[in-house]
T-cell receptor, first 115, second 115 residues
Framework: AQSVTQLDSHVSVSEGTPVLLRCNYSSSYSPSLFWYVQHPNKGLQLLLKYTSAATLVKGINGFEAEFKKSETSFHLTKPSAHMSDAAEYFCVVSPNSGGYQKVTFGTGTKLQVIP | EAGVTQFPSHSVIEKGQTVTLRCDPISGHDNLYWYRRVMGKEIKFLLHFVKESKQDESGMPNNRFLAERTGGTYSTLKVQPAELEDSGVYFC?????????????FGPGTRLTVL
């Protein structure tokens, strides 16, 4: 079984300040983990993914996430928020159990960036 | 390269009517997925095609939902008859290999409202 918990449904930051979006997972198998972003009226776009290589993963638009097995976490961070970062972010887990991919989504975190 | 496209972007129908959603995956992607997000809830898996075959349809809610992918290209998801609880956003995604670390590319979704 697998699950994802996004601890905050809404996060509000000021432009230029750091962003932290939290994600905890559980998985019976060593997982692959993804962060997707959805801007209004757009599809989900992949920000970054962890697939058992380096634990610190760098993605697009200055985002990065660190896989911490001991804490079962995969938090998303960005040093300085930009207005264009306002969107909804989804943490996604896929167990590396072989066979085809079967993903589970978190409930999403809406990021508000205040000018 | 064109991304995943979905049609229509919005659909408003009355309870008991039929609606058909369409998804065109990225060219060459054998794997096609359908997901649904009911308001306020997480994005949930519906089913997975590999080419024209249903690999996994464990997420389909009931037999009012019928998905097809004739010829292994585009896919349709028909809801007949629609019920109020079917309202939500239906996402389609495609990927190349379908492997556990593969990246799924999402369409913008179809927002279905059942009155």
């Amino acid at each position: 079984a697998q699950s994802v918990t996004q601890l905050d449904s809404h996060v509000s930051v000021s432009e230029g300040t750091p962003v932290l979006l939290r994600c905890n997972y559980s998985s019976s198998y060593s997982p692959s983990l993804f962060w997707y972003v959805q801007h209004p009226n757009k599809g989900l776009q992949l920000l970054l993914k962890y697939t058992s290589a380096a634990t610190l993963v760098k993605g697009i638009n200055g985002f990065e996430a660190e896989f911490k097995k001991s804490e079962t976490s995969f938090h998303l961070t960005k040093p300085s928020a930009h207005m264009s970062d306002a969107a909804e972010y989804f943490c996604v887990v896929s167990p590396n159990s072989g066979g085809y991919q079967k993903v589970t989504f978190g409930t999403g975190t809406k990021l508000q960036v205040i000018p | 390269e064109a991304g995943v496209t979905q049609f229509p972007s919005h659909s408003v129908i009355e309870k008991g009517q039929t609606v058909t959603l369409r998804c065109d995956p990225i060219s060459g992607h054998d794997n096609l997925y359908w997901y649904r997000r009911v308001m306020g809830k997480e994005i949930k898996f519906l089913l997975h095609f590999v080419k024209e075959s249903k690999q996994d349809e464990s997420g389909m809610p009931n037999n009012r939902f019928l998905a097809e992918r004739t010829g292994g290209t585009y896919s349709t998801l028909k809801v007949q008859p629609a019920e109020l609880e079917d309202s939500g956003v239906y996402f389609c995604a495609s990927s190349q290999t379908g492997g556990v670390t593969d990246t799924q590319y999402f369409g913008p979704g179809t927002r279905l409202t059942v009155l």
